[in-house]
């Protein structure tokens, strides 16, 4: 029985931290609205038992799961991408949950007044809101993230443990967006977080990742996901 992944169709936004672990794992999985432009998934919000809030959710058998880092707990040890031990599951939860946080700043720096108003209408309070990002958000982010895998018993390859997990996933995902949306404070930040910039480039290279991001699978950055590249919002 393959996943059925619910997402917006043209863009990779918070998708595509679930689409990554599908990839990574090798996992047997459909992307449901890339084939009917999302009719399946928003029929499917309104007549859940239990409904999820948004897009993207994934469905298996009569299970639906919502809400990316729920999605990623449930799926982490059915695919290989979480550790046994339950300390090492939480301490991995916990991570993703502020890579979670990361993205929510993303968005707001473009949508920092009303998510249903344009860019255009918000302009001022987004430039505000992108200068503190990039010259103290991202470095924080991305710090911590230093920290986490200096501090990792089993060594700066991975974030947690010694196998790759979901959380390396996300944090390349992250990287990958930053430097889209933002290159100059990416370049930056990644100067000064080379194991961050490591841990990216060794998911990368991971065969089924790579031969994903090669792939029509993957839907290029554009501006109407979470990473927007805005080159005012930059500096």
């Not at 979480?82 to 993703?96: E, F, S, T, V, Y």
């Not at 018993?153 to 889209?180: C, H, N």
């Not at 290279?205 to 290029?220: E, F, N, Q, T």
Request: charged share 25%; proline share 8%; net charge negative.
């Amino acid at each position: 029985m393959a996943y059925e992944l619910y997402y917006w169709p043209t863009i990779q936004g918070r998708g595509e931290f679930v689409r990554l672990a599908f990839e990574a794992a090798g996992a047997d999985y459909v992307d449901i609205s890339r084939q009917d432009d999302g009719e399946a998934m928003m029929a499917l919000m309104q007549e859940a038992a239990m409904p999820p809030f948004a897009p993207p959710f994934v469905r298996l058998g009569d299970r639906t799961v919502g809400q990316v880092s729920a999605i990623l707990a449930w799926l982490g040890p059915r695919l290989g991408l979480a550790p046994d031990d339950p300390a090492d599951r939480a301490w991995l939860d916990q991570i993703q949950l502020t890579f979670a946080d990361l993205v929510a700043e993303v968005h707001d720096t473009h949508h920092p007044v009303d998510m249903t108003a344009y860019y255009d209408d918000q302009k001022p309070e987004a430039a505000r809101r992108a200068r503190a990002f990039r010259d103290h958000r991202i470095p924080k982010f991305l710090g911590w993230a230093e920290q986490v895998l200096a501090r990792n018993p089993s060594g700066p390859t991975w974030l947690v443990g010694e196998s790759l997990t979901y959380a390396d996933l996300s944090l390349f995902q992250v990287v990958e967006g930053l430097i889209y949306a933002f290159p100059k404070a990416a370049a930056r930040t990644l100067k000064t977080t080379p194991k961050v910039a490591a841990l990216s480039d060794r998911v990368a290279a991971l065969p089924r990742i790579r031969a994903y991001l090669d792939s029509p699978r993957r839907i290029p950055f554009n501006e109407d996901g979470i990473f927007r590249r805005y080159p005012e919002l930059d500096g």
